[in-house]
């Protein structure tokens, strides 16, 4: 973890006091964050998490803030935001934004399977039918939109030419007019919580954004169905499926679902690239888009078929990584 805000005690205690959740009884520190500062704070009762923003505004952390609570008012099983009484949802410490939530008890799991998969894509319909608010962006945070920030650096690392093929592999394939919903934007493993078969909540959404409503499943496929050889068509026919009851995709969102899948694991690879190479380049960090990268071409040689068939009642019996 990368540490960058390293509070005593007495200064978590100040911060926790103007949250108004009383005294604490113990404090420490959340191994994890790659951008922020976590703290897990307990009181008599109750355990939070106090998180130092470290790279996000006042103006973003507040629209996450105010996201959390819009999306727990509906239903959504993510994190709850502690208001405090007599400051702003987000507060400030030393020019860094701060922010309260209440900590959730649970595992992340190394496999999504069965029920699990059913139960998060009925959260993900959930979600999908809310009504986006307007502050949210109408654009993915690391979408295609932003690829020419490495297209046109000056880097000449191969990476820009395969990189400039799949921007035109995208750009004949997705559409225009597409429907749009409130996404995710970042369904990996270690953004659900569970406990044994339950699923708990959804966290982390600092990518949530008014966007292409297949990219978030195009994103799912690729975070939770995939196998040591690409993707499991076992898993995404079954999350598809269940999703498929609660919202019946439209024909062309069908048709694109390759797409997005592949979309999901470029854009991926596209923020490990830039972070790792351009932002804030680490050389121990420097092929850690490689295995998106791989995924991409691995998911834009399987048949179009094969994605068409996961609305099928059962999946072929033939499949790529199949649960046993």
Known sequence: MALHNCLDRSAIEDLTRR????DI??????DGGHEN????????SVRYVLTICDQQSLKEVTNLANLLVYLTDHGIRTSRVVVPPKE???????????????YIDGDITADLTGNL??????????????????????????GRSYFPEV??????HAYIDWLSEKISYLQQRIPQHLPMALIHGDIFLDNMIVQADQLIAIIDFEQACHYYRGFDLGMVIVGVCRDRKGISFEKAGRFIRAYQKEITL?????????????Y????????????????RPEPRLYDKHVEMQTLADIISKYPDSRFTELFAEKTTAATSGEDT
């Open 37 to 44: 500062t976590s703290y897990c704070v307990e009181t008599n």
């Open 250 to 262: 439209q024909s062309i969102e069908r048709e694109t679902l390759k797409t997005f899948a592949v």
């Open 151 to 156: 297209i046109n650096s000056n880097l000449g």
């Open 25 to 30: 009884t113990d404090v420490s520190l959340i």
């Open 264 to 279: 999901a694991a470029v854009a991926t690879s596209f923020w490990h690239f830039r972070q790792h190479h351009l932002r």
């Open 19 to 22: 949250f108004g959740i009383g």
């Open 117 to 142: 998969l059913v139960q998060l894509a009925e959260e993900m319909a959930r979600l999908h039918e809310i009504s986006a608010p307007s502050y949210l962006p109408k654009s993915f945070p690391y």
């Open 88 to 102: 702003p949802i987000v507060i400030l410490h030393n020019e860094k934004p701060v922010i309260l939530k209440h």
